[in-house]
Nanobody, 128 residues
Framework: QVHLVESGGGPVQAGDSLRLSCVAS????????MGWFRQAPGKGREGVAA???????GYGDSVKGRFTISRDDAKNTVYLDMKILGPDDTAMYYC??????????????????????WGQGTQVTVSS
């Protein structure tokens, strides 16, 4: 059974950086496509980033150049490094896994419908 646990969220100030982690268990992490999503209050879930088995990454337009997704398969962990955070980044952040990555313009897509396995989320709150 796929189990994902996120950590690293919390309250930060605008302009700060933060690293989120997601530890996976119950499956062979190195064979899965991984993604990060977020959901702000009153809004739908937004794809933030996705990373393929060989480390190729894709990003949502709102985070390109500020966020970096990475994976350490030896630790069954995927990371989301976030820089220059602003109040619009306030959201619950979710880690997700899929057996196959889907691509757009040669980059993995963080599209909710492609990811069947989800963690419980970690809250990030950015104050101005």
């Amino acid at each position: 059974q796929v189990h994902l646990v996120e950590s690293g969220g919390g309250p930060v100030q605008a302009g700060d950086s933060l690293r989120l982690s997601c530890v996976a268990s119950g499956y062979s992490h190195s064979t899965y496509c991984m993604g990060w999503f977020r959901q702000a209050p009153g809004k739908g879930r937004e794809g933030v980033a996705a990373i393929s088995l060989n480390g190729r990454a894709g990003y949502g337009d709102s985070v390109k150049g500020r966020f970096t997704i990475s994976r350490d398969d030896a630790k069954n962990t995927v990371y989301l490094d976030m820089k220059i955070l602003g109040p619009d980044d306030t959201a619950m952040y979710y880690c997700a896994a899929a057996q196959v990555c889907h691509y757009k313009n040669d980059a993995p897509r963080a599209s909710e419908s492609y990811f069947p396995y989800w963690g419980q989320g970690t809250q990030v709150t950015v104050s101005s």
